[in-house]
C-alpha cells in the first residue's frame, strides 16, 4: 500500500506546476437567484510550463437569504492560453471544470465536477480578470452558475484562442482503479470522464480525478467487433506518454456507459467496469468454444418459457459435454438443470431432495435439438417431457436464471442456433355461472310455475357462452338438461347485457330415461332451439327458452312466474278472440254499443309492426272508407308514432302524431273522455296542439252510431298488431282512479295520547287537526296533523283503508263505523322515531257532524309500537297563574289565639297567587318560626265571600284548612303540614293593601303519636306604624320599653323588646 501511495503522490506531483493567487472582487449567481458579491475573492493560475494553464476559481459561494452555500473550487485544466503585450488570454465553451471541496464533508461535497462551460480569462503578473459560467448537478436537478472575478480593464487583450471548438461531448462518472504488475487496486476517487467532438473533427477526451485533469487530444474515433464506439491514442503528461484506449458501450440494465485505460510504463490507470464479450440472451448462433459460458436472465414463470435450439453436431464424441445447464447458477450440480452430449447419448439431471431424477433423453436429430422450460410443463426435448414441473424443486420460485455451459469443467461445443424467453398464454379456464330464481313452463295450454330452477353461464375460449338449463321440466315432467350453444353477450350503456344465440339445435343432456323413448329424445340427442333471448341487470337474470317436445311448442320463462290475467268485468264484450295477431291482414267485426253506458278498450302488441303507417285500429260507421264518421289509427315503427284522425261530415276535424309509443299501447274511446292512449287523454285538433273541451260534443256524430265497426282495414298497408283483447265494456267497469279524492274535511279538537289502554293514562293536547279524506276507490285517509310522537318530535301521520259502517245489533252495540288495518304512509325522514316501521291504525267512530268528529284510536306496529288515545273529547287544561300580589306591612306572631303575647314585625311581606282552577296560595316570606329561624310558607286552597249577616258580622272574607306542606331541610317544620285559617278584611279595593288575622297549626291525629303540636296566629296590616307609634307612646310616658333581660330603656333597641302598656298589658316588639 505504501508503494501505492507513493505512485498516487508523484502523480499529483507531475500534475501540479507554481501557481499565483489573485484577490479581488468577484460576483457570483446561481440559478435564478440574487447574485452574490464579495472582495476577498481568489482566482487561482498555475502555469504548467507547456504553455497550458490551469485556471481555479476558488471557493464559489452563493447567499440566498439565511443560507449560504459554498459550492466548491472549479478549476479548468491544460487551457492553450495566447500572450501578447504583456497580457495571457484565453477564450473557450464546452468545457469541464473539476469542483473539488476545502470540506469533505460540506453538504455540496458530492458535486465533482461542472460541465458545458464557458471561460474567459486575461491575466498578467499584477492582476487577473476571469469569468466562467457552467452546468453543476445538484443531485436533484442541474442548475447554472457562474462566477466573474476582477474588471476587464486590460488595454491590450489576447489573440483568439489556439484549436477548434466543441462539437458536441458526453460525460461519464465510474470508479477509479490502477494496475500496476499483476495486482488490480481500487482508488479513492471517482473519475470524471468527458469525450468530445471537436469542429475540425478531432476528438478529445478530458480525464479528471481529485484536483487533476488530463486533456488527451487528437484520438482516433472507431468501431470494435461487436459495433462499440472506441477512441484511441497518446498523451503526453510531463514528459510521460500514456497510451489511451476508451470504448463507449449499454450495460444490461440499457444504460451507456465509458469503459477506458490510461496506461505508461509499469502502470494504467482503469476507469470503470469492462464490458462482457460473451453471449447474451437472446443468443443466435453462438458457437460455443468449450471453454464455458453463462449468461442469465430475468423470466416471469406466469407469462414466459425459457426455449433453447442446439446443435450438438460439433461434440466431442469420446467425452462428455454439457449442452444445457439452467438454474440459479447452471454450473452448479445441485438444484439446477443438466443436460449431458455423453459420448452419443443425451442424459438430463435436476438433483433436488427428491433425486436426482436422472433420465435418458432420445434425440432423433442432434442438429435441431429444442429444449424447454415452463412451469405448465416442466423439462421438454423436442416436445417430450424429461422432468415433470412438480419434480423441479424451487425452479419456478426463481425470477432470474443463468444459463449456460461448465458444470464439473464439462464445457460445451455446440452451436446455439437460438437461445430465448417465448411468451406463453396461460390456459384457458372456463368460468360458471350459476343463477337460481322462480320460473314457469308453457306446453299445450298448460302453464306451471317453479319456486327455483337453475341455469348455468359457462364461458368458452371463443369468447362465447354454453347456456344450461338444468333439470328442465315441463308440467310436472323432467326431461332433462337443456344445452344451448354459441351464446353472444352484448352490454349498454347502463351495464344491462342482452345475450342472443345464432344456434337452431341445442343438446339434450341429463335426460329422464323414463321419458326419452315417448319423446324421441336419448343422451347427446339434438334438441330443437326456436328461440332464446336472455337480459341481465346486476344479477337478476330474465330468460326465454321455446323448444319442441313431440312437435309441440315447450316455452320456458326463467325469473318470473307465471300471473293468470285478470278476468274480464261482468258485461264484457269480446270483438276478437285474445291474441288475435292480425299478421299483415284487413280485418273488421260489427258490433252493437250504447255509447251512454258502454265503451271500447283495446289492447295491442306492436312489436311486429315495421312499417310506416300500417293500420292498427278503426272505429266508426264505415271503416273501409275515410271519410263518414270513423277513428282511424296507424302506427309508424321507426318514429314510434301512433297517428290518430278523427272525421265526420265537417272532415278532418282530428289529427294528431301520439309520440313515443312501442310495445303494448292501450287505447280507449268513450263519450266521456274520447281517445285515450295509454291513459293520456288524445282528443287534438287537427294541426293543433289544442285538444276538444268536450269529447262528447266533437265526436257527436259517433256517439249516434249503435252498430259500430271495428277493425283495421283502411289504407294501403295493414297492420301486424297483436289483439290481447277487444273489449266493449260497461261504463261502470271503467277504472277509476284510486288516488281521486272525492271529499275531505278537517277537524280541530282535542286529542289524548297514551300508551296503555289499560290504565287509561294519557295526555291531553288542545286544538290538534285531523283530515279525513275520501278517494273514488271507496278508501279512507286518516292524517293527524302533528302528531306528538314523543316530546321532542312531532308529525303528520296518513293512515289509509277502509272505513266503514257495520251492523252490531246482534251484540247490542246498534251500527259502529270503524276501520281497521289502515296502513301508515311510510316515513322516509332516518331521524324519526317511526323510520322504517309498518305501523297500521284502528279507528272506532262514535259520532261526526259537519263541525265535530268524535273517535277512539289505536295504532302500532310488531315490533314494540303502541299509541292509543280519543279525539273531540274533553281534557284537563293546565293550570295557569291569572294574578297575582304582593304586600308588604307589619305582622304579628302569636302561639295563643287570644294575642295576649304577639311579637310584631316590621315590613313582611305576604304574597297572594290566584289560578285558573280557582284555587288561591298566601306565601309568607320569611315568617318568623322562631327568635333564631324564618322560612318561606306557602299555604294553598280557597279563599271567598260568605254571607254572615244573619250572625251580626256582614259579608266575610276567609279561607279554611289551606294547606301547606314544608319542605326546607333547613327548616325545623320541614316535613309539617299545616293548615291555615285566614280572615280578610272586606274593602272594595286590595290594591293597595290588606288586612287580615291568621292562625295554623298541625293536625296531630297526621303525625306520629309522639308528635309536637304547633300553633301561630297573629295579624297583618293592623298596626299602621307600630315601632314609631310606640316611641311617641313612652315619650308621653304611657309605655315603659325593656331589653329581654328586663333593663329599661329610654327607646327601642334592635331585635326583641319588652314593652309594657298603659293598661298593663306587654307585647314584644321587634325591630
Sequence with gaps: ????????????????????????????????????????????????????????????????????????????????????????????????????????????????????????????????????????????????????????????????????????????????GMKMGEGVYDLPYSAEVTVKEMSDGSNNIDFSFGSSVIEANGLTKGTDAKGRTTYSGDVDVQGTVYKVYAVIYTDADGTEKIYMSVESEGVTYIVGTQPVDGPSIPMENYQADGTGFVVSTPIDWETQKFQAVIDATNCNSSNTEEIFGFGPEATVWEKNIHIYADKGTYKAFYQCSNGNNNTTVNITDKTNITVEVSKADGLTVDGVSVIAADKLEGLFDLTEVKFGSGENSQFSNALYKSVKLVEVVPPFVPETKTYKDVAYSSFAGTNTNFDENTVEFTTVEDGTYNVVYKNLTVSSNRIGDLNIPNVTATTDADGNVTYTTTATEGTWTNINQDLASMLGISEGSPATLKSFTATLSGEKLNMTVVTALTGVDATLVFGEQYVEPNPDPEGTIDVVEHGFNANGFGWQEVKDINWDNQYLKAEMDLTNCTSENEVVLSVGNNITAWGATNFHLYYTAATKTLQYNYIDASGNIGRYDIPNIEGTVTVEISKKNGLVVNGEKCNYKNGSTEQFDDPATAFASLWAVSSVQIGAIQGYTMGYAVYNYIHILPVEAEPVDPNEVVATKTYTDNLTVGHDAQTGDVTGYADKQVVFTKYANGESS??????????????????????????????????????????????????????????????????????????????GSEDGIYYVGQYGVEIEKPEEVVGTKTYTANLTVDHDATLQNEVLYKDKDVVFTKYSTGDVTVTFKAFPVSENETCDLTFRGTISEVDMSEYGMGVMVFGENMVCKVEDEASSLNGQTLYLNINIDKKDDYSKNIVFQYSFANDVDDENADAESIFYCGRYGVVADAISGIQTEMENGNVSIYTVGGAKVNTLQKGINIVRLANGKTIKVVK
Design 1 to 176: 500500500m505504501k508503494k501505492i501511495l507513493s505512485l498516487l503522490s508523484l502523480l499529483v506531483m507531475t500534475l501540479t506546476a507554481f501557481a499565483t493567487d489573485y484577490t479581488g472582487h468577484r460576483t457570483v449567481t446561481y440559478g435564478s437567484n440574487e447574485p452574490t458579491e464579495s472582495d476577498n475573492a481568489v482566482v487561482s493560475i498555475v502555469d504548467n510550463g507547456d504553455g497550458t494553464y490551469n485556471v481555479s476559481f476558488v471557493d464559489v459561494i452563493n447567499v440566498d437569504g439565511p443560507y449560504r452555500d459554498n459550492y466548491g473550487t472549479y478549476t479548468f485544466s491544460n487551457l492553450a492560453c495566447t500572450t501578447e503585450n504583456g497580457v495571457t488570454t484565453f477564450t473557450g465553451s464546452g468545457l469541464t471544470a473539476a469542483a473539488t471541496h476545502s470540506n469533505p464533508n460540506s453538504d455540496y461535497s458530492f458535486i465533482k465536477s461542472a460541465s458545458e462551460g464557458e471561460l474567459t480569462v486575461k491575466f498578467n503578473a499584477e492582476k487577473a480578470y476571469a469569468k466562467f459560467a457552467a452546468t453543476i448537478s445538484t443531485g436533484w436537478s442541474s442548475a447554472t452558475i457562474s462566477a466573474e472575478f476582477g474588471t476587464d480593464d486590460f488595454e491590450t487583450g489576447g489573440g483568439e484562442p489556439e484549436g477548434p471548438t466543441v462539437v458536441s461531448s458526453k460525460s461519464f462518472t465510474d470508479k477509479l
Design 782 to 859: 286518516v292524517t293527524f296533523k302533528e302528531y306528538p310522537i314523543s316530546e321532542t318530535e312531532t308529525r303528520d301521520l296518513t293512515f289509509r283503508g277502509t272505513i266503514s259502517e257495520t251492523d252490531m245489533s246482534e251484540y247490542g252495540m246498534g251500527t259502529v263505523t270503524f276501520g281497521e288495518d289502515l296502513a301508515m304512509t311510510p316515513i322516509e325522514d332516518e331521524t324519526s322515531a317511526f323510520y322504517g316501521k309498518e305501523i297500521s291504525l284502528f279507528i272506532n267512530i262514535s259520532s261526526y257532524s259537519a263541525d265535530k268528529m268524535e273517535f277512539t284510536y289505536e295504532f
